[in-house]
C-alpha cells in the first residue's frame, strides 16, 4: 500500500534555530517528491520537487534532499522566520492505482516558529 | 495567487441542509481536485476530473457529489450535512496531461470554510 509518513507530527523552535523535517515512504514505483507549505488557513504552495536522480535542491533557506534508495526525503530550513509558522507536507507522485494521478499525501508536520 | 479561484469563502448551515462550493481552475488547467480538510487532520482526497469526466475518486461520502462543467469550472455538493462535515474544503487544479511529462504539481484555492451547526 502506498504510504507517507512524516515525522515530527508537530515542532516549536525559537526563531532564527535550525529545523528538520522528515519524509518516508513507500511509493513504488517512484516518479517524485513535492514539499508544500500550508499557512494556517491557507491553501497549501509548491516549495520544491525532487526527482529521482537529485540528492539535494535548495530554494532560499530551505533544503530538501532525497534518499530514493531509503526511500526518504527532508527538509531543512535555515534560520527559522516567524513566517515559517506552517504545516508542511510530503506528496509522492508514483504508484499504481490510487487516486488523483498517483498522488499520496502525508500528514504534514505542523512547525511552530517562537519569538 | 495561485490562479485558483474558490466560493465561498466562509459558509455557515445547519444540520440535514445542502450545499454547494464553488472552484474556477487556472487557464488551461483541465484537472481539477476536491480535497477536505478537518482540524489538524491532513488532506484527505474526494475527487478528481480532468476535462469534464470524473478521474478518480477517493474517500468521497455518498451524500457528497461533484461535477466540472465545459468551461472547467467545478462544483462540490455537500446534501445531508453533519456536524462532522465542518471542515476546510479545498479545490486544486493542474495541468495533468494524460501523455507525457507531468511534474503533478497542484495549484490550491484558498478554500472554503464550511461550519454545520
Known amino acids: 500500500k502506498n504510504q507517507v509518513e512524516q515525522s515530527p507530527q508537530s515542532l516549536i523552535i525559537l526563531e532564527g534555530k535550525n529545523c528538520t523535517l522528515q519524509c518516508n515512504y513507500t511509493v513504488s514505483p517512484f516518479s517524485n517528491l513535492r514539499w508544500y507549505k500550508q499557512d494556517t488557513g491557507r491553501g497549501p504552495v509548491s516549495l520544491t520537487i525532487?526527482?529521482?536522480?537529485?540528492n539535494t535542491k535548495s530554494n532560499g533557506r530551505y533544503t530538501a534532499t532525497l534518499d530514493a534508495d531509503t526511500k526518504q526525503s527532508s527538509l531543512h530550513i535555515t534560520a527559522s522566520q516567524l513566517s515559517d509558522s506552517a504545516s508542511y507536507i510530503c506528496v509522492v507522485r508514483g504508484g499504481s492505482g490510487g487516486g488523483a494521478d498517483g498522488l499520496t499525501f502525508g500528514k504534514g508536520t505542523h512547525l511552530i516558529i517562537q519569538p | 495567487d495561485s490562479g485558483v479561484t474558490q466560493t465561498p469563502k466562509h459558509l455557515i448551515t445547519a444540520t440535514g441542509q445542502r450545499v454547494t462550493l464553488r472552484c474556477s481552475p487556472r487557464?488551461?488547467?483541465?484537472?481539477v481536485y476536491w480535497y477536505q480538510q478537518s482540524l489538524d487532520q491532513g488532506l484527505q482526497f474526494l475527487i478528481q476530473y480532468y476535462n469534464g469526466e470524473e478521474r478518480a475518486k477517493g474517500n468521497i461520502l455518498e451524500r457528497f457529489s461533484a461535477q466540472q462543467f465545459p468551461d472547467l469550472h467545478s462544483e462540490l455538493n455537500l446534501s445531508s450535512l453533519e456536524l462532522g462535515d465542518s471542515a476546510l474544503y479545498f479545490c486544486a487544479s493542474s495541468v495533468s496531461r494524460l501523455a507525457g511529462p507531468n511534474t503533478g504539481e497542484l495549484f490550491f484555492g484558498e478554500g472554503s470554510r464550511l461550519t454545520v451547526l
Open positions: 525532487m526527482t529521482f536522480s537529485e
Open positions: 487557464s488551461g488547467d483541465l484537472s
